[in-house]
């Protein structure tokens, strides 16, 4: 668990944001650096699907992992904003805090009633 939020505390180095803190890479810059036409185009249409999903999600973060995101960057980073899976890896992330926000609400709130 930690190692994943380590390895996406070092993905972007140089990723804009919108006004809502959302994270903004050039995605066909950066899938255009892969060498097959074909392989640029399935990444496109893979990092378009993640960055909808990621932006459908955004809103539902809490203030605190959004703010995390603010800190990703790393000037040392392997993977960054000029990866070609950065929304892939952005959605990762979004489903991890999803799942971390759930447990906190379980825990903190009553056990859920069975529905007949």
């Known amino acids: 668990m930690r190692a994943l939020a380590v390895g996406l505390a070092m993905l972007t180095s140089g990723a804009a944001f919108a006004a809502d803190d959302f994270p903004i890479v050039d995605v066909e810059a950066n899938c255009g650096r892969i060498q097959s036409r074909l392989l640029v185009a399935d990444c496109i249409k893979r990092e378009q699907m993640y960055y909808d999903l990621?932006?459908?999600?955004?809103?539902?973060?809490?203030?605190?992992?959004?703010?995390?995101?603010?800190?990703?960057?790393?000037?040392?980073?392997?993977?960054?904003?000029?990866?070609?899976?950065?929304?892939?890896?952005?959605?990762?992330?979004?489903?991890?805090?999803?799942?971390?926000?759930?447990?906190?609400?379980m825990r903190e709130g009553p056990p859920p009633r069975f529905r007949y």
């Open 54 to 105: 990621s932006r459908w999600a955004w809103e539902t973060l809490p203030d605190e992992a959004r703010a995390k995101i603010r800190f990703w960057e790393n000037p040392r980073s392997t993977t960054n904003a000029m990866s070609h899976s950065f929304y892939h890896l952005l959605w990762a992330y979004v489903q991890r805090e999803q799942m971390l926000e759930e447990q906190r609400r």
